[in-house]
């Protein structure tokens, strides 16, 4: 019985660290070899940007057509390719049945669909920051409430996952724009 | 260790239980805080290897006590037990940060308790149980929407069978806390309501389903509070059987409820639409062979209050919902009676749930419009006249002979 237990634990323990640890592997791939998409993100709730320390990051293009008229299941997986503007920003262009040769594909969440249009939940929402620049970045969407310029972020996708490396506003990453914004106060 | 015997010994050793409890929860929290402070001046490399280390050191402790040959002490399990799980979610959530990874925190959650669950068995925890409990319960609520069926909260009842060795009136070392019973039956509850709403919510394109869940929900509870017990635990007070109390209200309120002549329509529609799913006719079946282990532990009460809900049950081969009210009043009144008759007999009965159930009754026909004030009259007076005469025979019964 005792020695059930101790197998039975060692298991548990291995799988403990083996799911971070997968994690980590597949993620890691994608950062070193995934190809970069850049997605035009809304401007963010200025009365709630913040979620704890974090930025809510919500791409504007959520939809993307489908080749027939199908009623997917809400929380079913698909997989979507991108069209590439001639700013460099990153659409949604089709769901496809599996994933292509060749491209990048993502694999995302299906919210509801609507004759030949499916509405669906990227698979990132947020980009976290250090706590202390976390009152900065609230100081910095308040001042840009009317700008229309949007944030840019870029995404790293590989194999039909998707990681978020970056947020970028013209051109600049938004953690060098908060911490500058820290050591210079005022500007 | 051996068991302690007297009560004050049992309070300090749950005092025990509950400070190391604590202690591991605060030591958790505050090792997370602490690390992801300033986590953008680290590398990543540094930032996941602090991730692993509160999770290998609780490992560490936990299979260091699980190697000793003299029994360790209640607290110093619980405290790493729960240690190891918070170190668990820790790591995976900072992991997910590290990545500014998204995702459905239920996915999150999923993961977690299914990896802490073997330790409720190997370190005997009561405390990962609660939580194992509480987030399946979280899971399955949110998850009854989902439309893939092996994602939804259809699976909740595999999950619940996961701490099968604690099952209540299954033999197992020692009998569960009281706290871990109420714990349990409303996790139970919460779930298996869930799960069959998710049933309902599978028949896409009839939005008509999603009101009547409430019939599954009825016959959930009653089957709930005729899962099968062991003589001892038969025998219990029922303030030691949660599932019963729990259940229990939720039938006999329903069905109260529904004697009143403006809502027997809509439980009758209820319950003709509701029965017409798969997993209505599943309950009925484990109300069956549950009522029938009932009536051989002599529960027969019990049984005739989870019927309660079956009564209904007729309303989806297009009985009149004014038969099925009747039924139902006849059947609660019945039920009420039997409850205080049976401690006549010199049998243990339910006498003050059965008065209140007998005056809830009486209540809600005076508050029912539906029906004249001759017919209730009428109604009281035989029901009342029958009363007197059966104390009046059971009296006479159980007069000493001189």
């Known amino acids: 019985m005792k020695s059930a237990a101790l197998i039975i634990f060692a298991v548990t323990a291995l799988a403990q660290l083996a799911v971070p640890l997968w994690q980590i592997r597949t993620h890691e791939q994608v950062l070193e070899h995934g190809t970069i998409i850049r997605l035009k993100c809304r401007a963010p709730d200025p009365y709630d940007p913040l979620r704890g320390r974090f930025l809510a990051v919500s791409p504007e293009d959520t939809k993307v057509s489908l080749s027939t008229i199908e009623a997917l299941t809400h929380g079913k997986s698909i997989f ?11 659409h949604p262009a089709s769901r496809v049945a599996v994933p292509p040769s060749s491209g990048p594909y993502l694999r995302v969440k299906v919210a509801y669909t609507l004759l030949k249009e499916c509405e669906f939940r990227w698979p990132f929402d947020r980009f976290y920051i250090n706590e202390e ?11 840009r409430i009317r700008k229309k310029d949007g944030v840019i ?11 978020l490396s970056d947020l970028k506003f013209e051109g600049k990453s938004f953690r060098e724009i908060l911490k500058e914004r820290v050591k210079r106060p005022g500007s | 260790m051996t068991e302690p015997e007297t009560p004050t010994a049992e309070r300090t050793q749950a005092a025990k239980v509950l400070m190391g409890m604590l202690g591991a929860l605060l030591l958790g929290a505050g090792l997370i805080s602490v690390l992801a402070h300033n986590w953008d001046d680290y590398p990543r490399s540094i930032r996941l290897l602090f991730s692993f280390l509160p999770l290998m050191a609780a490992q560490a402790g936990s299979f260091a006590v699980l190697r000793r040959e003299v029994p360790t002490a209640a607290w110093v399990r619980e405290s790493l037990a729960l240690l190891q799980t918070l170190a668990t979610g820790a790591c995976i959530a900072l992991v997910s940060q590290i990545y500014n990874l998204g995702g459905e925190w239920p996915d999150f959650l999923f993961w977690w308790f299914l990896l802490c669950l073997p330790l409720v068995w190997v370190m005997r925890s009561s405390a990962v149980a609660v939580f194992y409990l509480w987030a399946t319960a979280q899971w399955a609520v949110h998850q009854s929407d989902n439309g893939v069926w092996y994602q939804s909260a259809m699976i909740y009842p595999l999950l619940l069978a996961g701490l099968f060795p604690f099952w209540p009136g299954w033999r197992f070392d020692r009998p569960l806390s009281i706290p871990l019973r109420w714990v349990m039956s409303l996790s139970a509850l919460i779930g298996l309501c869930a799960a069959a709403y998710a049933s309902v919510r599978g028949r896409e394109n009839d939005y008509s389903f999603f009101r009547h869940a409430d ?4 016959l959930t509870a009653a089957a709930l509070m005729l899962l099968p017990m062991s003589r001892a635990g038969v025998a219990s007070p029922l303030r030691q059987k949660p599932h019963i109390v729990l259940g229990g209200m939720i039938v006999v309120g329903v069905t109260l409820f529904a004697t009143m002549g403006e809502t027997t329509g809509y439980w009758t529609r209820a319950f003709a639409k509701g029965m017409q799913v ?21 529960r027969a009460l019990l049984v005739a209050v989870a019927f309660a809900s079956v009564i209904l049950v007729p309303a989806v081969i297009g009985v009149e919902a004014q038969v099925i009210q009747w039924a139902m009043i006849t059947h609660l009144f019945l039920v009420g009676v039997a409850s205080i008759g049976v401690e006549l007999t010199g049998r243990k009965g339910a006498p003050i749930l059965g008065t209140l159930l007998v005056c809830a009754l009486v209540a809600a026909r005076f508050a029912d419009s539906t029906q ?4 209730k009259g009428i109604t009281f007076l035989i029901a009342g006249a029958a009363l007197l005469a059966l104390v009046v025979i059971a009296a006479r019964r159980t007069r000493p002979t001189s």
């Open chain 1, 80 to 90: 979507i390719t991108f069209t590439t503007d001639a700013d460099g920003i990153s």
């Open chain 1, 133 to 143: 620049l976390a009152p900065e970045a609230d100081k910095w969407f308040a001042e």
């Open chain 1, 153 to 163: 972020a870029e995404v790293r996708v590989l194999g039909g996952r998707a990681v």
């Open chain 2, 215 to 218: 019939c599954l929900w009825v």
């Open chain 2, 278 to 298: 798969p997993w209505a006719w599943m309950l009925i079946a484990v109300l069956v062979v549950f009522a029938i282990m009932a009536l051989n532990a002599r």
């Open chain 2, 372 to 375: 004249s004030l001759l017919a």
